[in-house]
């Protein structure tokens, strides 16, 4: 059977207990016209879903959650359902794209089908439209994303032949033999528990080292989730979002981490702190230390996994420097809050909770990841994420891709998540915000632009 893993379970189960979140991620690929009719669409995907299992497989979930849910194959599994076509009224600016975006976002994926939806955008200016590929976190985070352009996309004006495809539903698991399963799975986990041990004590040093990386970090990660000072960008949530984007070149960002030397993510996380800091001041509120504390996903994916569609992610949590005045200072107390955190080990303890989750029974994972998602957090008032697009450029159906703009979920009281993409010499910024609470996800994301170019020139720091 085709497991998820613990990680992967835990999106699914973070939209159970919050009834207004859409844990879907998405990006959205603007191309040259003209855009395709729908059967040269629905032929081009179908010619490339054998390359991409996951679309035709849908979640089960074993009875009870006395074991891991499974992907199993859709036997009603129907292309037209996921392909969806819309188009933006006059004029078809950037507003009306970000208006759809946010109304496509809000809405959830059908848990009895496979978890994906294309949805193709006409009606862009010049006579472009644009491929929005939305799929839910379970199935794989933002550098998986990555993977399914590579499978989907063509590094060529000429598009490759259809894949062969010999694809027919396996068998449905009946529900008894999904729970038997479980039930073995129980009485075989003490004997995959001693051999993960023997390995342990086999390198009895390095055991000691990870325990205690492990240790501290969780330490660290318990402690950022500790209730930080309120604000009204943190707080409950409705079913509506926002969602807003501002580009600028990449070069322009590469220039300022250099100049600082700093890296990149660190001038990103800088310039997001300071629109934080400025839509504060504009609410009228004081930008206290530790009133914003965003979670930063790390990827821990080896090369060896770089084709996979999972997730493989940890994170850190990290304050932003609101309350610094000076936006060089705060490129400075990122650089040194990022080393910290990576000196208490906080990603080794998150892959050491992911590792360990893996080792014992699924329905106490299950049972205690839920309770916890019942308890308000009041930690975290934003994610923060910086995916890395396709290195070169990529077409579909000889149309060339111009630019890819990130999309990234928000729920659990974060009011804003921030996404940043490169893709073909330029950075777009993705702020999603909750629709009522947050109404200011443009200036927002013109905001991070703003305080990028605002570190530009600069003196390299010490």
């Not at 998820?4 to 699914?12: A, E, G, Q």
């Not at 994906?116 to 985070?141: F, N, Q, T, Y």
């Not at 989907?152 to 539903?169: F, L, N, S, Y």
């Not at 070169?392 to 990130?406: A, D």
């Amino acid at each position: 059977m085709d497991y998820l893993s613990p990680l992967d379970t835990s999106f699914l189960d973070a939209e159970d207990q919050d009834p207004h979140a859409s844990l879907a991620i998405a990006s959205v690929a603007v191309l040259d016209g003209p855009a395709p009719g729908q059967a040269e669409f629905a032929e081009a995907i179908r010619g490339r879903l054998a390359l991409v299992p996951r679309y035709r497989q849908k979640v089960r979930r074993v009875p009870f959650n006395l074991g891991r849910p499974i992907w199993a194959d859709d036997p009603h599994f129907d292309l037209d359902f996921h392909l969806r076509r819309t188009a933006l009224p006059e004029p078809g600016d950037d507003a009306a794209l970000e208006r759809l975006i946010g109304r496509i976002m809000s809405q959830r994926l059908d848990r009895e089908r496979p978890l994906w939806e294309d949805w193709l955008i006409e009606g862009l200016p010049e006579g472009r439209w644009a491929l929005m590929s939305k799929v839910h976190h379970c199935m794989l985070d933002g550098i998986g994303g990555n993977e399914l352009y590579r499978l989907i996309c063509d590094t060529k004006p000429e598009p490759r032949r259809p894949v062969p495809d010999q694809w027919r539903p396996a068998p449905e698991e009946a529900t008894v033999d999904l729970t038997l399963d479980a039930l073995g799975q129980w009485a075989r986990l003490p004997f995959d528990q001693a051999r993960w041990i023997t390995g342990a004590v086999r390198d009895p040093g390095g055991a000691a080292r990870r325990v205690g990386d492990a240790a501290r970090g969780a330490a660290a990660l318990a402690a950022a989730f500790l209730p930080a000072p309120v604000t009204t960008l943190a707080g409950p949530l409705g079913h509506a979002r926002r969602y807003a984007v501002a580009r600028m070149p990449l070069p322009e960002i590469t220039a300022v981490a250099k100049a600082h030397g700093a890296t990149m993510n660190d001038v990103y996380l800088a310039a997001v702190a300071g629109a934080f800091r400025g839509l504060l001041l504009a609410r009228g509120e004081q930008p206290e230390a530790g009133a914003i504390r965003t979670l930063v996903p790390v990827s821990v994916r080896s090369a060896e996994a770089r084709h996979v569609l999972d997730n493989r992610v940890s994170s850190l949590l990290l304050e932003l420097p609101i309350e610094i005045e000076d936006a060089a200072g705060r490129l400075r107390a990122v650089r040194e809050r990022i080393t910290e955190l990576r000196g208490r080990h906080e990603v080794e303890a998150g892959v050491a909770l992911v590792a360990m989750a893996e080792q014992e029974p699924f329905a106490a994972v299950s049972f205690f990841v839920r309770g916890a998602l019942r308890m308000p957090q009041r930690g975290l008032a934003t994610v923060t994420t910086n995916v890395p697009g396709p290195r070169g450029r990529l077409y579909i159906l000889g149309r060339p891709i111009r630019e890819i703009l990130p999309y990234v979920p928000i729920a659990e009281r974060m009011r804003i998540g921030v996404a940043v993409m490169t893709y073909a010499g330029q950075a777009a910024f993705g702020v999603t915000t909750d629709f009522a609470s947050v109404p200011e996800a443009g200036e927002f994301a013109e905001a991070v632009v703003d305080e990028v170019r605002g570190l530009h020139p600069a003196p390299q720091l010490t």
